[in-house]
């Protein structure tokens, strides 16, 4: 990169944890953040269970205390998971020129909280069947006036900006589990370009919101609800679906000299960050090539020959089709270099996967270890990646490159290095 960017904070909500140092420590561990889903009735779901964060609270992070009437979960998670990054990395009010300090956010698309609806349904609702007509008379006097606020995916951004006084680039990114990648990539760009001196970025995203459960549906869940811990279970034969979940993770990227002048602490160097497209045309499947093309815009970019990553991060989401074309995608362009894949830990935290999937590469490079993938078992011949299980793996090069992809075809990678 032309400009030398390196990552100062790291902000973690996850069903692992909240904070750097809790997720790592049980992720590292091999413990699992997969739980029966309490949060709500779901006794109408076939899939009751998820990456469900139980110990979260908003009050202790958002401020002022008023705007949470304006936040959805994702957005107070968002908002959350940036204040720590920036704890982390040393910056407190003031410390950054306001005009030289931005905001980059990756977000899916947010779905309506079923109680800021609830009282208003049930007004329409009368002997079972639902009238149309009395909805309009309804929402106007029942639904708070700025409830629209909650459901807009460019209010993350807008939250962190407004509380740190980050007057500078402002921009949100919505496009699905790639969301997050793209928004660190618009962030280091930023930085390049030298519009910026420090962007917080990363992504928030939750897929065990009821409605969000309804409009996707179940049929790509796994169904193994006599042993939820071990259902998602990326790369391995027996894998039936994916994990639902919901976490932020926010990073804090600096240009080095800034990071130096100010005596930072430096988690890791971003070398590349890359984005590709395969397009995709009805129900044809995807082919991997948009990933493949990311993955040697990473390496090309970086500098980094295969043999040089310590590991991929893998986006493993768990499925048959999708796990099969990633798995040929890492084979073709860069043989075995070890493969982790963290969702099998806390399932999949949409938009904001990619990012907590990455601070846990950011924490690998620094120990120089290898998380291992809980679940993995039995390998599939259609998967031939070299996936690390049992145990972190020690002794790799402390280089990574993270990857995410989505079915509509976007493919997004991230190259780090140890500081």
């Not at 692992?16 to 009735?41: H, N, Q, T, V, Y």
């Not at 995203?205 to 006599?226: K, M, Q, W, Y």
């Not at 890791?268 to 990311?294: C, D, F, I, K």
């Amino acid at each position: 990169m032309s400009r030398e960017i390196v990552i100062t904070g790291l902000g973690v909500v996850s069903p692992l944890g909240i904070g750097r140092e809790a997720f790592w420590d049980k992720f590292l561990a091999g413990a699992s953040g997969i739980r029966p889903i309490d949060a709500f009735d779901t006794s109408s779901l076939e899939v009751r269970f998820g990456g469900q964060i139980t110990d979260f609270d908003p009050k202790l992070y958002v401020r002022p205390r008023k705007s949470l009437k304006v936040m959805s979960r994702e957005i107070q998670m968002g908002f959350a998971a940036a204040d720590l990054a920036l704890v982390d990395a040393g910056l407190s009010g003031g410390s950054v020129e306001p005009e030289r300090f931005g905001v980059v956010f990756g977000s899916d698309m947010i779905y309506a909280d079923t109680h800021d609806l609830e009282g208003t349904y049930r007004r329409c609702s009368a002997s079972g069947r639902f009238d149309f007509e009395q909805w309009g008379k309804a929402a106007m006097e029942e639904i708070y006036p700025l409830w629209l606020l909650k459901l807009l995916p460019n209010m993350t951004a807008s939250h962190i900006a407004i509380a740190h006084d980050a007057r500078g680039p402002n921009n949100s990114i919505v496009l699905g589990d790639v969301s997050s990648l793209l928004a660190i990539a618009e962030a280091a760009s930023v930085i390049e370009r030298g519009w910026a001196d420090v962007m917080i970025t990363g992504g928030t995203g939750n897929r065990i919101d009821p409605t969000a459960i309804v409009a996707r549906c179940e049929h790509d869940l796994s169904h193994r609800g006599n042993d939820i811990e071990a259902a998602s279970r990326p790369f391995d034969r027996d894998r039936d679906g994916m994990v639902n979940g919901e976490g932020s993770g926010a990073i804090v990227l600096e240009s080095l000299d800034h990071a130096v002048a100010r005596g930072a602490h430096i988690h890791a160097r971003l070398l590349a960050v890359t984005a590709r497209h395969e397009p995709v045309r009805g129900q044809q499947p995807l082919s991997g090539s948009g990933l493949r093309a990311a993955i040697r815009g990473g390496l090309m970019r970086s500098g980094l020959e295969p043999r040089d990553l310590g590991h991929v991060n893998a986006h493993g989401l768990s499925t048959q089709v999708m796990d099969r074309v990633e798995a040929a995608a890492i084979k073709a362009e860069l043989g075995d270099v070890p493969v982790t894949a963290p969702k099998a830990s806390f399932g999949h935290l949409g938009a904001g996967g990619g990012t907590v999937e990455l601070i846990a590469s950011v924490l690998g490079v620094s120990e120089c270890v290898v998380p291992a993938t809980r679940n993995y078992e039995t390998p599939d011949p259609d998967c031939p990646v070299n996936v690390v299980r049992g145990s972190p793996l020690g002794g790799r090069p402390a280089t990574a490159m993270k990857v995410n992809l989505s079915s509509t075809g976007q493919a997004a990678a991230v190259v780090i290095a140890a500081a």
